[in-house]
């Protein structure tokens, strides 16, 4: 494809995904998303032939690079697995921070689809038992040793999860609570990355 056609496709994307992040599926109107990316509607139709699959597409790179902020956890073996868990939790919040809507945008598409809530547990499922798995032995093998405490690798993927998604779920209404001691909004998030880091670090951690 020459390189204008990509630009241009890329162009729509960019600009699909900042309407369906603001309004969500429903709401998003194909017209504004022509109007932000500088197409025609038929271009738009030219690339993507509906709204739904334009729509697929944003979500399932959103969540592909949600499952790749997570990389670092089940990847890197000559890292110590604490030192994994450290640098995924880092991730994972950096990825979130740059992206803010995007956990609210997730739950309600998958609350307010149930066929695309099934459509991912399907895509998901196995590779979820896989990697929750493979997690395990190795929480397993430090348990052996003595270096950690017990705990299920899904309930520590939920905790890891949890604690990084809630900062960015009410901080649009609790920031002028959380900000009341910071010099601004970014030094806040330094700040409580480092605290959900600890606070794993302190469930997990023999001393």
Avoid: W
Avoid at 30 to 46: D, E, F, S
């Amino acid at each position: 494809m020459p390189t204008g056609d990509k630009s241009k496709e890329q162009a729509i994307l960019e600009a699909a995904e900042k309407e369906f992040l603001e309004k969500g599926f429903d709401s998003a109107k194909t017209t504004k998303i022509c109007k932000r990316a500088g197409v025609t509607h038929a271009m738009l139709h030219y690339y993507f032939r509906t709204k739904e699959n334009l729509f697929n597409m944003v979500f399932e790179q959103k969540l592909n690079m949600l499952k790749v902020s997570l990389h670092p956890l089940f990847h890197n073996h000559d890292l110590p697995l604490l030192k994994r868990i450290e640098i995924s939790m880092e991730t994972h919040f950096n990825f979130i921070m740059a992206n803010p809507d995007l956990p609210r945008f997730i739950i309600n598409e998958l609350i307010v689809k149930p066929k695309r809530r099934e459509m991912i547990e399907i895509k998901l499922r196995d590779t979820i038992r896989l990697l929750g798995e493979q997690l395990q032995l190795e929480i397993d093998q430090e348990v052996e040793l003595g270096t950690i405490y017990p705990v299920e690798a899904m309930t520590l993927l939920l905790d890891i999860v949890s604690l990084n998604v809630f900062v960015f779920a009410v901080l649009p209404i609790m920031r002028p609570i959380f900000l009341t001691n910071f010099a601004n909004e970014n030094d806040f998030l330094e700040a409580r990355k480092k605290e959900n880091v600890e606070i794993i670090m302190r469930r997990l951690k023999k001393r």
